[in-house]
């Protein structure tokens, strides 16, 4: 997790953070104050689905809210007012790879929160080695461009795919984009 006192996502893409509803919202429907809502939100996108990034939380973080869809929570961890943590944007990516995840209403909450950028860097990602995955290939067609990431600000694309080594008998790395585990039935 990043420090504190790190910048914002926002500053990290060049972008000035906008007042959120979908904060706003989430804050009040969680209980939880603006510097410990990302925990929150991680924690809700792990129980969902975003196993990989699976960890202990603290006890006193409230529990998932039945009202916060899959699509709110992914754009909601890419929020420019949280302090540059990368967890929250692979996390997100993973929870929202789900042929689950409505694209229409992704692509336009993106555009709602101002978080097309993060999520466009993450479809263009995806599009090397799932190109057929949604909702990423429908966010490559219908989100409009706003701001293009510097390519240091968002996390590498090693960082959103499982990778086994090279062996003498297999080949070459087996590269596989993460995707939520989606429950059983």
């Not at 689905?49 to 699509?71: I, K, M, N, Q, V």
Request: net charge positive; with cysteine.
């Amino acid at each position: 997790m990043e420090q504190l006192g790190s910048p914002s996502l926002a500053r990290r893409l060049g972008d000035a953070a906008h007042v959120s509803p979908l904060l706003h919202r989430l804050c009040q429907m969680s209980g939880c104050r603006e510097n410990r809502i990302g925990e929150w939100l991680l924690k809700c996108a792990v129980r969902r689905g975003a196993s990989h990034y699976e960890r202990d939380f603290p006890a006193d973080l409230p529990t998932d809210h039945p009202d916060l869809g899959h699509e709110e929570l992914g754009v909601a961890l890419c929020l420019g007012q949280h302090p540059y943590n990368s967890t929250f944007i692979r996390a997100a990516a993973q929870l929202l790879s789900s042929p689950r995840t409505s694209a229409p209403r992704l692509a336009k909450l993106a555009v709602m929160e101002r978080v097309e950028p993060v999520l466009f860097y993450i479809a263009t990602l995806a599009a090397r080695f799932a190109p057929e995955a949604q909702p990423w290939s429908y966010l490559l067609h219908h989100l409009p461009p706003r701001l293009s990431c510097p390519p240091e600000a968002l996390p590498h694309w090693s960082r959103f795919v499982s990778q086994t080594g090279v062996t003498s008998f297999a080949g070459g790395p087996d590269i596989k984009w993460l995707r939520r585990r989606e429950p059983a039935g």
